[in-house]
């Protein structure tokens, strides 16, 4: 599989925390896989449920939120995050996506070790699932 | 899957540029191929390359293109964005368009650092494709600018800490001076003479203590600690708690000083200055200020029980020790260290600094000091000066991994060391040298072991009656300010600038700035140098009397807000939204710009300006689109 064919993944990573944390990977002269692409955003809370559903129906194939956790510069953002996520799954889960994934974590700014390990478990989960939707044929009766 | 093929709004005209970064990009990058992909994507106008796109040649090409008409926003492919985004905003407002109409491609840190073949160039092109999706959606946007307090509070009353306030002072800004101790002075009054001028530390504080005491701008507040946080540049609202000193180290240097009996103003050695009496009682004070000058400094490593033998025997000390013992009275003509008279000695270098994964052991948190500490190496060089200087019989053996003397004048050290007869010996970080008592009967009470690189690793036994650890600098206590302020650390836990070379006083944080070794290990000279730096910047924003801060906040569009009130119920900020007239109204200078707001709002009513929902989807449709081929 070329880098082009291989199942996108999005990365929504705070400005604060996350996408510094994955700058200090490049730093490092770290590596990983070239199917993820970051977005660096101030604060993950901004999405509606709609972008995360959104973005799975355009072919994105894995989504991980790397928010500040309990570190967010935002009073109270992080636990809006964390619930519109846990909604996000419920209609995931009756669309028939397999919730893995989306996956919420939290990654700090010399988080360089984190960053890749999440990275890279998002990667394998992806080369096992496959596109999203995939589960819901594989799943259904007539497939 | 649908056709996602981004459109950009109908006439934009992008320009992008791309930097190989002299060849942290082009290495990895096919930066021409890379040029030719961009010209493709849609609603591109320019392209162009240059060597260094932060240069002056290389922002001059954004203002000859946009002055020229060939675009109406800029898409920059370059370095993380927090490095340049303020030079490229500069360029593009140089350029005479809004600096809002820029957006920035990281293809260094998250394309050329990371991806090493051939894939680097198409990963490169899709950042680029959503670059230029984004900056298709970007409107311009105005600067909120707001009134400035001329005040800075300096957290931070050693050398760095009282060089930074009297340079504030001296440029017309009151000043608030918060010390945690009772004392002014740092680290600095626990040493004794300072390489390379040989100036006495105490000296040199006193002249610094004396004018920071007679300025009538600045305040003096000892005991006290930055306990609360709010507001941004130009209007910092802090929260300063007095208490009196509870700390083993506290209490210790205040028994010190009572000890020496000295009247207070007046420098006590290893102590410092005390301006008035330790605080007694809590008391909490607001300090409304502008600009905050983090000058917190460093702790001095301290061996952990049996390193080196310290701890378990009286004869092994550090080199911070040694320098008081050095400090103080040595009648006769032979050296002295806690009551013992030494005629050999060991110093071991690199104790607590530049230690290795898997070799080292991680201390109690599970970290290591991989950092180099920089001055232990001329620091100990002259202290063996000394010693051989005032003590000449003494001989000195100095077990190296390597020899760091990087200053100006700091070669002379060494140079002067091995004419005076020190004795160097090297060995690998695999292989410390074991330091155990020495056998009943012996003449000196400890044996240093090591394996002699530069002898083909013979093994080398050199009996000692002291041994000396060259003590690193490890960050100081900053997990409470780092809480408070959100600012960075480092891998190695000191205080991290934005940009080591181009913005190296600077935190993310607008109006923080970092002076001295609260940032690394640095010596005096460079304290000075960074507190004098942070100064100056601290001045510039606040001697304006305004600041302007970026205008990402929340914009309501009147024309689909229906009023529901969803996002004044759901804004973390208490007066930050509100309803007029039945449409919902942002106060700007309330607004985090966090977005919380735009989520909960069932008609899309809200953006946060120069992030938009909009934008993100125009990116994801730039990302899940085919390839742009060449």
């Known amino acids: ?143 | 899957m649908t056709d996602n093929t981004p459109k950009l709004p109908k006439d934009e005209r992008v320009a992008v540029y791309i930097c190989h970064c002299g060849g942290n990009i082009s290495d990895a990058v096919k930066v021409e191929e890379l040029e030719e992909l961009a010209r493709r994507i849609p609603g591109v106008s320019v392209v162009r390359r240059n060597t260094f796109m932060c240069s002056d040649p290389g922002q001059q090409l954004i203002i000859d293109d946009l002055k020229a008409g060939n675009a109406d926003r800029v898409v920059v492919c370059a370095c993380a964005p927090h490095l340049h985004e303020t030079t490229f905003r500069g360029a593009v407002a140089r350029g005479g368009l809004n600096p809002y109409m820029y957006e920035h491609a990281n293809i260094r840190e998250q394309v050329s650092w990371v991806h090493h073949g051939p894939g680097a160039t198409a990963k490169a092109a899709k950042l680029v494709q959503a670059a230029v999706a984004k900056a298709g959606n970007l409107r311009a946007l105005e600067p909120i600018r707001m009134e400035a307090r001329r005040h800075a509070t300096v957290v931070g009353g050693g050398i760095a800490g009282m060089k930074a306030a009297l340079d504030l002072a001296r440029r017309g800004i009151d000043v608030t001076l918060v010390e945690k101790s009772p004392f002014l002075g740092g680290n600095l009054a626990r040493l004794d003479r300072l390489f390379p001028t040989e100036d006495k530390a105490a000296d040199l504080l006193a002249s610094l203590y004396a004018q920071v005491t007679a300025s009538r701008r600045i305040t003096v507040l000892t005991c006290a600690e930055v306990v609360a946080h709010s507001g941004y540049v130009g209007h910092f609202d802090l929260t300063v708690r007095r208490a009196a000193p509870t700390t083993t180290e506290d209490l210790e240097l205040i028994a010190r000083f009572e000890k020496a009996g000295s009247p207070l103003g007046t420098f006590v050695p290893f102590v410092g200055f005390a301006p008035v009496l330790p605080a007694t009682a809590e008391e909490t004070i607001a300090v409304a200020t502008g600009a905050v000058v983090l000058a917190v400094g460093f702790r001095h490593y301290v061996p952990r029980q049996g390193e080196y033998g310290y701890g378990d025997n009286p004869e092994v000390v550090t080199l911070t020790q040694l320098i008081e013992a050095l400090a103080g009275e040595q009648p006769g003509g032979q050296l002295m260290v806690n009551g013992r008279a030494i005629r050999t000695m060991a110093l071991i270098r690199c104790v607590g600094s530049r230690h290795i994964p898997g070799v080292d052991e991680e201390d109690e948190n599970g970290n290591l000091n991989q950092h180099c500490s920089r001055v232990c190496c001329t620091a100990s060089l002259q202290a063996e000066r000394e010693i051989k200087q005032r003590f000449p019989e003494t001989v000195i053996y100095d077990f190296y991994r390597d020899i760091r003397a990087y200053g100006r004048g700091h070669e002379e050290y060494y140079c002067g060391a091995s004419r005076d007869g020190v004795l160097f010996i090297r060995f690998e970080p695999t292989g410390r040298p074991v330091v155990a008592r020495s056998p009943a009967g012996s003449d000196n009470p400890l044996t240093v072991t090591v394996a002699d690189k530069l002898l083909a690793d013979r093994e080398l036994e050199v009996p000692v009656d002291l041994v000396v650890l060259a003590n690193g600098m490890v960050p100081g206590d900053t997990a409470k300010l780092v809480e408070l302020t959100k600012i960075p650390t480092g891998a190695d836990r000191f205080l991290l600038e934005v940009h080591p070379k181009l913005r190296p006083v600077e935190v993310k944080e607008a109006g923080i700035l970092l002076a001295g070794t609260c940032q690394a290990p640095m010596d005096t000279t460079e304290a000075c140098a960074a507190a004098a730096a942070a100064a100056v910047k601290a001045a510039a924003v606040l001697s304006r009397g305004y600041v302007e801060l970026d205008p990402f906040v929340a914009r309501i569009d009147p024309e689909l807000c229906k009023g529901t009130g969803a996002c004044i119920e759901e804004c973390p900020q208490e007066g930050c939204m509100s309803l007029v007239d039945g449409k919902a109204t942002v106060n700007p200078a309330l607004c985090t710009g966090c977005g919380m707001c735009v989520a909960v709002c069932p008609e899309g009513a809200i953006e946060v300006n120069g992030w938009t929902l909009r934008q993100y989807e125009a990116m994801v449709d730039a990302i899940v689109a085919a390839p742009v081929e060449a």
């Open chain 1, 1 to 143: 599989m070329t880098a082009a064919d291989a199942p996108k993944i999005l990365i929504l990573a705070t400005e604060d925390c996350a996408y510094p944390g994955a700058n200090s990977v490049g730093q490092a002269h770290l590596t990983y896989p070239e199917n993820t692409f970051l977005l660096r955003v101030r604060e993950p809370a901004m999405f509606p449920e709609k972008f995360y559903l959104d973005c799975f129906d355009k072919g994105i194939a894995g989504i991980i939120v790397m928010s500040c956790g309990v570190e967010c510069p935002y009073e109270g953002a992080y636990n809006a995050l964390a619930a519109r996520i846990n909604r996000v799954y419920q209609t995931m889960k009756a669309r028939g996506l397999d919730i893995r994934r989306l996956r919420l974590t939290a990654i700090c700014t010399v988080c360089n070790r984190a960053f890749l390990k999440e990275v890279q478990q998002m990667v394998d989960l992806m080369n096992e699932l496959g596109a999203p939707g995939s589960e819901v044929k594989a799943t259904s009766p007539a497939a």
